[in-house]
């Protein structure tokens, strides 16, 4: 793990980095009027000196003997594999429309997420698609997107 | 005006049909969503926030508190009889809780936990009720660099008690800010890390942040770990407490609250803090120590006395100072801020149905609850059964069908994903979320009053040490980081856990 808490604090010391020279571009103004980048800097700073704390303290701590729950391998590939389908799901809202995909989504995640049967499956994805829809579009009146496809294979 | 005239007013609101109707909605998700562990109350007032914006304010704020509350309510349920907190502020109830269902007095322990917060809650609200007005009175002496330092305090105090690292939230507090930043500034016009794309000049919203980092990044965490809820095979009756336990637990009770309301009303303080601070204060009260843990109704009692009387205190900062104390308080400052509701002093003079309303639907949510968890325990009980496989799908088309509701966009629901993800690796490498919340809802206003309080002196940063008020949350702010300083230096360092193969 300290290799990632190295890797993090040197992250989030670029991201601070990057704040504070943007903050400069949008210019600090004065004291006694200041300018749009007069607190994104100041964060920007504090955020800076932080992670060079947490920096030194990571370097600072020894190694421990017991092993910690960090990041495996296959964890990050699952993770990363859902949270890339969750991009994709909602990339498609657009293009098939929200139930088209969401039933698609549902599938997936019912059946590969934690396995369960087919049919159990296909009934707790229509019955969940058919629960949020229905509170949401129906009863709550938010305009889910139907899909550009659909409106291009009609006309 | 008197206290009772105003008591009338606000009880002449919360009877309102629309608003007892949104009240008793608020506990039942409330107590739901503490009941199912997965969705905090965080994440389920930001679901829920689009769907208060077509009702009156008032109703939408009495329908998110009843949520806050109710949620204190229903995660005991989960901690005695699964053994998991519904949610965080029930840790501490799982300790004896649970040890009390195993030896067969499930409805003892639930019904003990469901008459401890009636009772803490109902005088957290009296302490409400009594404490607001002056408090109003005294913060109408506050102008900008007050409001400043008190925010700042709010912030170092909220890093001091959240989380194992003092670095690490403060971080989160900077990063915060830094996010709130993002979007037009109202004073120069001007746009700040918008990256050209037009969707980011209104700012990031509230709720695809808090979805974000408290819906998907659980979802996410969980993919990790197979989730099992083993619901304790027990027979849960005699809900009614007997004679001897109410003995054993009514000092229980009143220190848990008396906790509780301190540390509810204290910046940073709440809930979670609370029942822990609770919990261990009657360990040390108790003639009998070493049983605590073992089925202990004081253990069940003091906890939850506290987060209940913890969560009706936090609205007093925010209803008079317009301060959140905690990140639910934050989520409730958006909200009122989005209804168009400016959360202060003003708030008592200016819109008194809406304060005293919300306080008035609060003793009538308490005894709601009361109803909702005893008689209904059964219902609360069988849901517990439902398989974590068929929950999460549907949790995480709630969220993504709730932010992207709030303004029908799409980058809404790409921005959640992405905190999501940022939310996920902060959980895995022990970064809190919640001084990322509390300063992405008060970077605007810091900003403001930090601006306004420098053009007022003319550029002289003495403005905020020569004011009393000022001062003292400075210093309070200082001698915190002073502490956390000073003891980082002398605690020996901690080993780095390795990383598991």
């Known amino acids: 793990m300290k290799k990632t808490y190295l890797i993090t604090h040197f992250a989030w010391m670029a991201l601070a980095l990057a704040v504070t020279a943007e903050a400069g571009r949008l210019g600090f103004g004065t004291l006694g009027r200041p300018g749009p980048g007069f607190l994104p800097f100041l964060a920007g700073v504090c955020l800076a000196v932080l992670a060079g704390a947490g920096l030194i303290q990571t370097v600072l701590k020894k190694p421990g003997a017991e092993a910690g729950r960090g990041f495996r391998t296959a964890d990050v590939l699952r993770i990363g594999m859902v949270s890339a389908l969750l991009f994709v799901y909602v990339f498609f809202w657009d293009v098939i429309g929200f139930p088209a995909s969401t039933f698609l989504l549902l599938l997936f995640l019912f059946r590969c997420v934690e396995p369960l049967r087919w049919r159990t499956v296909f009934v707790a994805s229509g019955l969940t698609l058919a629960f949020t829809y229905i509170l949401f579009s129906v009863l709550l009146g938010a305009r889910l997107p139907a899909g550009r496809l659909w409106t291009y294979l009609i006309n | ?501």
Not at chain 2, 45 to 67: D, E, K, Q, R
Not at chain 2, 157 to 186: E, K, N, R
Not at chain 2, 369 to 381: D, F, K, R
Request: proline share 6%; charged share 10%; with cysteine.
């Open chain 2, 1 to 501: 005006m008197d206290l009772s005239h105003q008591l009338i007013i606000g009880f002449a609101v919360a009877f309102q049909p629309v608003n007892l109707f949104y009240c008793f909605l608020g506990c039942l998700i409330g107590t739901l969503v503490g009941v199912l562990p997965g969705l905090g109350p965080t994440a389920a007032m930001a679901l829920l926030l689009p769907a208060t914006f077509h009702v009156a304010p008032v109703t939408a704020i009495i329908m998110l508190a009843g949520i806050y509350y109710g949620a204190m309510y229903g995660g005991s349920t989960t901690s005695i009889l699964v053994n998991i907190p519904g949610e965080a502020a029930s840790v501490m109830t799982c300790l004896d809780g649970y040890q009390m269902a195993r030896q067969g007095k499930a409805g003892r322990a639930l019904g003990m936990s469901a008459f401890a917060s009636f009772i803490a809650g109902t005088l957290g609200l009296v302490g409400l009720t009594l404490l607001a007005p002056p408090l109003t009175v005294f913060a109408l002496k506050f102008g900008p660099p007050e409001y400043f330092s008190l925010m700042s305090m709010g912030m170092v105090v909220l890093s001091f008690l959240t989380g194992a690292s003092m670095i690490h939230s403060l971080m989160m507090a900077c990063f915060g800010i830094i996010l709130g930043t993002v979007g037009t500034d109202t004073v120069s016009g001007s746009t700040r890390f918008t990256f050209g794309l037009t969707e980011l000049m209104d700012g990031i919203g509230l709720v695809p942040l808090v979805m974000g980092l408290f819906g998907i990044s659980e979802i996410i965490l969980n993919l990790e770990q197979h989730v099992d809820r083993d619901v304790f095979k027990t027979k849960v009756k005699g809900l009614l407490p007997t004679v001897e336990d109410w003995i054993q637990a009514k000092w229980a009770i009143l220190r848990g609250t008396v906790i509780g309301f301190i540390l509810g009303i204290l910046p940073g303080g709440g809930a979670v803090l609370s029942s822990f601070v609770a919990y261990a204060v009657e360990k040390r009260f108790s003639k009998y120590p070493e049983k605590f843990g073992t089925g202990m109704i004081e253990g069940v009692a003091a906890p939850e006395a506290a987060n209940n009387s913890a969560a009706q205190a936090a609205f007093i900062p925010l209803l008079t100072l317009g301060l959140p104390a905690n990140v639910v308080m934050a989520l409730l400052l958006g909200a009122l801020i989005l209804h168009g509701v400016t959360p202060g002093p003003l708030l008592l003079t200016k819109n008194p149905d809406i304060f005293w309303g919300v306080v008035a639907s609060m003793y009538l949510g308490n005894a709601m609850l009361l109803v909702l968890n005893l008689p209904l325990i059964g219902l609360w009980v069988q849901l517990l059964r439902i398989p974590y496989p068929y929950l999460m799908p549907a949790i995480v088309l709630f969220c993504t069908v709730g932010s992207y509701s709030v303004a029908n966009s799409i980058t809404d629901v790409y921005l959640m994903l992405g905190f999501g993800i940022i939310g996920y690796l902060m959980k895995k490498l022990k970064f809190d979320s919640p001084p990322l919340v509390l300063a992405f809802v008060l970077g605007p206003l810091i900003e403001y009053y930090f601006k306004s309080s420098l053009m007022f002196s003319r550029g002289s940063f003495t403005v905020f040490f020569t004011r009393p008020i000022s001062l003292v949350c400075l210093s309070i702010s200082a001698v915190i980081l002073l502490w956390s300083i000073v003891a980082g230096l002398r605690r020996r360092p901690l080993p780095i856990p390795k990383e598991a193969p």
